[in-house]
Every structure is written in C-alpha cells, then in structure tokens.
C-alpha cells in the first residue's frame, strides 16, 4: 500500500544514498558484500514502490537476526530435488532475499524449458516483497506468481486466536509497451503495518480488520458474513504451497516476526509460466483488458478505476520527481539509531 | 456455500435419480449419452456437495444452450500446443464438464511425469463447480487446483460497471485418512445466487455485497477500504491464466449466463501438482495443519473452526442420511417444467 509520509517532518533519501547506508548496515554485522546488496536492493525497491511496512521499517529486524544468530549471512540456498519443471530448495537459513532471487532464477530457467517452473523451498528467512521476484520473471516476458508463508497473525473466522500468517500471493504479467499488471497482497484484510499506523494516530480500528481487543487480523472479507472463509481459505491455500509442501514451518508454528527464539524456517513458492506455450499474443489481450478496466465509468471522476501495481508505479514516478525516498521524522530516527549502534555514516539527505 | 432448502415445500430425490433426469434431458436435446453423463454427474456433484446454484438449477440453461445451437453436444477438446509440463487446449464449444475432466487429466498426466502439469483451454463453456476437477488431481494424491473465467458480474471498486466475473479459484490437496482441504470459492463477496436468494426472500442486500441499485457484485473485500481492491486483483489474476492466456474471450467480452447471442468461448486454467516432488509427508503435515486449525478455541462452542471443504463434507453426510438431495418446491415445479417440455420422466422422488 502506497502511504506517503507527512511533508512537514519528512525528509528526502536518495535510493542509491538508501542502498549505500543498508549495505553498510548490513556489512558492519558480518554480512559478505553480495548478501548485503541483494538484501538492500530488495529493501528500497519496497520503499520505492511503496511498501513502507517492508523497506526500511524492517531494517532494524535484519540487523537484529543476524546478531542472534538466527540468519546465516553466508546460507546459500541448496536444490535437494528436481524435475525439468520442478525444484524443492533448502535455503539453508539465508536471507530471504538471497533464497526469493535464487529460486525465481530457477522457475525461470525451467519455464523457457519447458513452459513452466515450479520452485519449492524450506529454511529462508522473510523475503521482503513478492513484486521483486515476480518482476524478475516479467524482466524476461514470463509471468511471475509468488507465494510466502509468514508469522501467525490472522485469527480464521470464529475465533479470536491468531493462527495461520497474513500469507501474500503476488503476481505479475507483461502488457504492452512495458504496461503490466502487478499484484501484490496479503490474505489479510490489512497488513499488520496498517494497523500499527492506526494505532499511533488513535485512529479507531475498524473491526473489519482486526479484533480490537487482541490486534488478531481478520482475513480478506473481514466478517464471515461478508465471506472471511475465503480470505481464510486463501491463507490455508497459501500454506500448501508454501509450508506444507516444504517441509519447512507452518501456520502457528511460525515463530513471530522480530522474535529471535527460533530459527524462522520460512516456505515460499515460486512459478513462472512462459505464454509463447499458449495463444500468442498474450501482451496484446492483457493490455487490451487492463485498459478497458482502467477506462470503466468511475463513481467518481477523481478516482479512476486501476488496475493493482498502478499506486506502486505512481509511487515510484513521485519517488523520481522527488529525488528519492520522503521518510517521516520517526523512520530516519530509527535508521540513526541504528547507525550509531553499528558505527555506520548515517543516511545522508538529499 | 451450502444452502439447505426448507424441509416444509421440499422433497427428497436419490442421487441417481438426479442422474437419470439430467441425463433423460441432455439426450432428449441430442447429447450422446458419455457427454450427457459427463455433465450430469457435474450437476448431480454440485447438489450433493450443496451448491445449489451449480445443480439441477443450472439444468435449464444448459438445455437452452443446446436447443440455440451455441453450445456443441459433440465438441471435444484439441490439443494446440504441448510441452511435458504444459498444454494449451480448444475445447470446441464442447461442454465445460468434458472440457474441464479432459484438461485436468492431461493436467495429472503431465505432475505424474514433470512433478507439475498446467493445462490452459479457451473455447469452453460453463464447467459447473471448481471442485469436480480438484477431486480428479486429489483421488491420485496430487494437488488440483483450477480457475475458470465468467460472465461479467463484478463491479471492480470505484464504478457500478460489471465489467469483470466471479473467476473463481479451487484447490483440493490431500490429507491422511481420506481428509482433505477442498477451497472452492468466487472472487466475489458473495455469489450471483446468493444475491438472487435475498432478492426472492425480499431482504435487504449487504452494501458490502453488491450495488443495491444495479445489482453489481461487490470483488472480495465488500468495500474499497476493506480492501476490495485485493477480491478484484484476484479476479483479474484469474482472468490472466484463464482468457488471456487461451485467447478465449475475457473480462467484458464475455456473454452474460443464460443469454445465447454468441458462443461462451470461456477460459480455464488447471493445475496438477504431485507433492512427491518436494518434501516427504506432505500429507501428514496437511491434516496437523487442518487439525490444529478445526482445535482453535472458537468464540461460540457451537461454531467451531472449519476448514474450507467441511461445510461441503457435512452436507454430502446429510445427503447420504436423507437418501438423497431436498430440493425446494420451486426447483422441482422448474424441473417438471422441463421434463414436460422436453417429454422426459419427471424427478422421481424417494
């Protein structure tokens, strides 16, 4: 979700002064160079495309596992089986990053073989964004789908206990003239972070998206009436693909985001599919769609229809008129105080 | 979503008498008895499992297609184009139930194989429930999943314009002891029948599930702040590996149900995964999962946590210990209505 920061306490950072201060952050715990970049890029791309919740916000994190040990800044993802089509991967506790980059890589190779990979893996670490995975397919004219499990933080309809992640699915698929559709969500109602920043602004918490008494995040639909089974569902979907066909951890298995007891033994699941095995033409007909939505009567004239990833690229075209990233006071307070801890230069502004 | 009529106006009819009618009628309309069989047992499934929106409620329009010419009783499927993994399929106008049991075979073929099959068709029509074809993949131990494009019923957020379906998404994945996980939703709040079925009993419809004036279905999410923006993503995902990948008709192109100007020339999208391609135990790991989950400390005892498929699973026991499926006295008066234009037997009840 795109969510600007205020103007009046903000301040502007350019993404490569971003990536720079991530990799020295990064490097100062230990980590080998080609890790950190990995790590960083995956980190202002979030920001840039405006996933707040997952750039810098989490950098802190980070830092946090691999002085715990609970990240292994050299773990580089293993093949334990394979198929022309398929792979099954330990990630061998890497950075999501690494293990997310390194499985696209490989659906990808297997999709222009053979029409569609198929990639599988265990033991790796929150992976960011999906949108950065499924962009490496779109790179190449494929589509892109992606899967992850996460900490349990959604409650299933009729309960209040949180047991099962907010398990994203992203997606993305080549238009024309490098038009695409971009989706990239939790199967939650709202993300955690969503919730956070209506807490900090004692905003009341609708009760479509989460419990207010425990913060348990309701599911896509929000109540059963208005079909949370199938946020819910979705969830479990996600798990399958993710979790239970890994091997790895599982729904409230998972230990929580930012806990350091165990280690995080993340699932995710990669495909990419080629559509040259299809009807040709495929970026034509998806242009062809997404415009027509875009140009379907809206309620409203100022709020036109979109299509998903149309906020990130407006995001992102406001990140480049500006000159970078704009962070509220409290974000770049944060990043100084991490750079104090690990005698880092701090972010520098434009 | 399982429906049961009320028991004052409603008679009980024996599965294979729901059988022998369907099948009566199809051929009466000059179905071959395999094809006619194919989508009877489809229908017979849809009631059994307690969709009733997909049963014998659908039996007129699919006569209708017949009689107009615009459905083909013989049309069988083509393969276009094959790699091991993948193949893209001409369903010749045949009916989605043939359609979509020859795709999802091939499908499981190409996982027994590769470890994953993808079969996209156009050139299809209606395929009845998700759920018929999953249950192919899970008799073989497999993951199915499946996704079919519709008829433009859903208004994305921010217009009233229906411009894209209620594509829906299935998956089946196999459990021990016979358990399993069964998700076979719209991407809609709700379905086209749900809405029908408040309109019948003159009570009010939800916001959160359609446009009270025009009837347009709201996408998964109800409303723009509870993230209908996410139900209409996947709408459109669906859209993607169903008409634009086949080269069938998508989005607005495609004709409403029951009307029969032009050819339906759906999209669908299957996918056979075999879990013995990736960690041993799959199936194991799935029922801790779904056990785990159906133990969650409920907020009403008498509304414990389900899994997607066991609303279906309690009623298919229903149905067994009633002998048979309850119908209401207005889709008997609609059956009957049928058998006499057509002069077949009318349902014979228990």
């Known amino acids: ?18 990536r720079r201060f991530v990799v020295d952050c990064m490097m100062a715990v230990g980590t080998p160079k080609n890790n950190a970049e990995k790590l960083a890029e995956n980190i202002v791309e979030a920001d840039y495309r405006g996933f707040y919740g997952h750039g810098l916000n989490r950098l802190a994190i980070f830092v946090g ?49 053979v029409g569609i990979g198929l990639v599988v893996c265990k033991g790796s670490n929150h992976f960011g964004i999906g949108s950065m995975y499924t962009a490496q397919a779109l790179k190449k004219n494929l589509i892109g789908i992606c899967f992850t499990n996460t900490s349990p933080l959604v409650a299933p309809p009729r309960t209040r206990s949180t047991v099962i992640g907010t398990n994203s699915i992203s997606m993305a698929a080549p238009g024309m003239n490098a038009d695409s559709f971009n989706l990239d969500m939790a199967t939650s ?92 033409g495929f970026e034509g007909r998806l242009s062809d ?35 970078g990233v704009t962070y509220t006071r409290d974000q770049l307070e944060a990043s100084a105080k991490i750079a104090k801890n690990l005698r880092v230069k701090p972010l520098q502004p434009k």
């Open 289 to 323: 769609l997404m415009e027509t939505l875009r140009r379907t009567q809206p309620i409203d004239p100022k709020n036109p229809v979109l299509i998903a990833g149309d906020r990130e690229k407006l995001h992102m075209k406001s990140v480049d008129q500006a000159g």
């Open 1 to 18: 979700m795109s969510r600007a920061p205020t103007r009046s306490s903000a301040c502007v950072i350019p993404l490569p002064e971003i």
């Open 65 to 113: 596992e691999v002085q715990h040990s609970v990240c292994n800044v050299v773990g580089f993802p293993k093949v334990l089986k394979e198929t022309p089509a398929t792979a099954w991967i330990d990630g061998n506790n890497g950075f999501g990053s690494v293990v997310g980059s390194f499985c696209m890589d490989l659906a990808i190779e297997k999709a222009q073989k």
């Open 189 to 280: 109602a709202v993300s955690r972070g969503t919730i956070e920043m209506q807490q900090k602004k004692h905003l009341i918490i609708p009760s479509a998206w989460a419990d207010s008494g425990s913060g348990a995040l309701c599911p896509l639909g929000g109540t059963e009436t208005n079909s949370s089974y199938k946020g819910y569902g979705l969830a479990v979907l996600v798990e399958v693909l993710c979790g239970i066909l890994s091997g790895g951890a599982y729904g409230s298995n998972i230990r929580m985001l930012g806990s350091f007891d165990k280690l995080a033994d993340l699932g995710h699941c990669f495909i990419a599919i080629d559509p040259k095995g299809f009807a040709t």
